[in-house]
């Protein structure tokens, strides 16, 4: 079932009035260089990511509505930073570091853990996954109105392992990693239609094609096991018998990674526009991997979808990809100047919400996310080369979440599907394996909104997750 913005015509209406509120809409600063060496210094501190991640979350949250207090105490996990809301004291957040054993090794998930009391109903327990290059503080926009507006929740916003505050330990492969192959697009240079455009695999060999399917599908099986299995570890940690599993983008594959291997988990899974849903020339279950030319489709349910390959990536981007090579270390790379840079990032990237007009509090706001960002960067992590593995140099999958139609249906409970309608991910993609998946599943499309929805509009966005919820 496709649910676009004319499902939610008089909200996003009333939300999206762009003219009537542009000029009272804050001027926007990115830092300056002294706070980005004020940045830089302070991230050579001990725990400055958890020190940023909670600064956001306060400021988030409001510092006038929200006060710290000491911690609770907590058998499973280590608490380091509680807050109270001081005139609802039934609402706590908690920033804490739950125990994991993988590999026979001990870690830890990090999470922010934020409850509502206030209603005596059976609580619902919503668990939030975050994409690449993110961290769970990238739902900063929605905490504050899944806490304050849903009585008797449980939202646990965790960073994956591997990344942000996670412990990240190496990742065992069973198999060698086999590079993919170059997809060599050959489009007439006077008339670059489609149509008329050839793309060839550069495997020599059917057995060189055959190896590469087969090594590819061992290393993105152990890769998915290191995701779901530490979340298993972590919901077992935390004795949850079941929950609403959001995921974004990465974290969108991954939760359904998971819900595919404990489908008795899964209460609602809600993919903000996750990354690996269509089909293309690398998948491993093609059964033209070695073939001659081929004519490219614009289906994304087909294995001749042309999607990036050759459109729009430069070469370099994708040579650097498909070698593993940990893009975020260019940001390392530029030391106290990164977080400038990143602030120009934070600014261009991510959509100021229509309803925010004070200036200061804005840029603010734009300063504590920038400071979190590059604490997120500035330590190499796992997951910079494991997706790598997961998706080839066009960012589409290896193995694409297109083939898993018979996992979805296992699930038996709601599916739903969020894209913004600037997205940069495949909509149709999302929206042709929703309609295969059945009446479980169902898409929707969050107006003024790109790849990050939930940050765009986050108006928007909460009111429709509010609408999933109850």
């Known amino acids: 079932m496709s649910v676009d913005t004319s499902t939610t015509a008089t909200v996003g209406t009333q939300l999206s009035e762009k003219a009537a509120l542009e000029a009272t809409k804050p001027e926007r600063r990115s830092i300056t260089f002294w706070d980005s060496q004020k940045i830089w210094v302070n991230s050579w501190k001990k725990d400055s990511l958890l020190a940023s991640q909670n600064e956001l979350l306060h400021e988030t949250l409001g510092r006038g509505e929200y006060a710290t207090v000491d911690a609770s105490p907590n058998p499973t996990a280590t608490v380091n930073f509680q807050l109270q809301n001081i005139s609802r004291p039934g609402i706590t957040v908690q920033s804490q570091t739950v125990p994991i054993t993988l590999y026979n090794k001990p870690g830890y998930i990090n999470e922010v853990y934020l409850e509502n009391q206030t209603d005596l109903n059976a609580a619902t327990n919503v668990v939030m996954l975050h994409g690449y290059g993110a961290g769970l503080g990238h739902y900063h926009r929605n905490f504050k109105n899944l806490v304050e507006n ?14 942000g505050g996670s412990s990240s330990p190496a990742i065992q492969l069973s198999t060698k990693y086999v590079y993919p192959p170059s997809v060599e697009v050959t489009i007439p240079k006077l008339e670059s239609v489609l149509d008329q455009a050839t793309f060839r695999l550069g495997f020599e060999t059917p057995e060189k094609a055959q190896r ?7 290393v993105v099986s152990d890769i998915e096991n290191y995701y779901v299995e530490s979340l298993e570890l972590w919901r077992k940690q935390q004795k949850l018998e079941s929950f609403v599993l959001f995921g974004h983008s990465y974290g969108g594959y991954m939760a359904s990674c998971y819900a595919h291997k404990y489908p008795n988990r899964i209460e609602k899974l809600v993919l903000l526009s996750p990354v690996g849903v269509e089909r293309n020339a690398l998948s491993i279950h093609n059964p033209n991997l070695f073939s001659e030319a081929r004519v490219p489709l614009a289906d994304p349910t087909s294995y001749d979808y042309i999607g990036r390959f050759g459109n729009g990536l430069p070469s370099w981007f994708v040579s650097a990809w498909n070698c593993n090579f940990a893009l975020l270390g260019v940001i390392r790379s530029l030391s106290v100047a990164a977080p400038k840079v990143l602030s120009l990032y934070t600014l261009n990237r991510f959509r100021q919400p229509d309803s925010v007009t004070d200036s200061d509090a804005y840029n603010r706001l734009l300063g504590y996310l920038t400071q979190y960002c590059y604490n997120l960067y500035k330590s190499r992590s ?15 999958a290896k193995w694409p979440l297109m083939d898993r139609v018979e996992q979805y249906r296992a699930i038996k409970k709601p599916i739903y599907w969020f894209y913004g309608t600037d997205d940069w991910m495949n909509r149709e993609a999302g929206a042709s394996l929703s309609s295969k998946i059945g009446k479980n599943s169902e898409v929707y499309t969050v107006d003024l909104a790109g790849h990050n929805l939930h940050m765009d509009n986050p108006d928007l966005f909460n009111k429709i997750v509010n609408r999933i919820l109850k």
């Open 150 to 163: 849903n009585g008797n929740i449980k939202v646990h916003a965790l960073d994956l392992l591997g990344c």
């Open 382 to 396: 796992t997951s910079e080369t494991a997706i790598t593995k997961i998706l080839s140099g066009s960012i589409m």
């Open 212 to 218: 590469y399917a087969e090594g590819t599908k061992a």
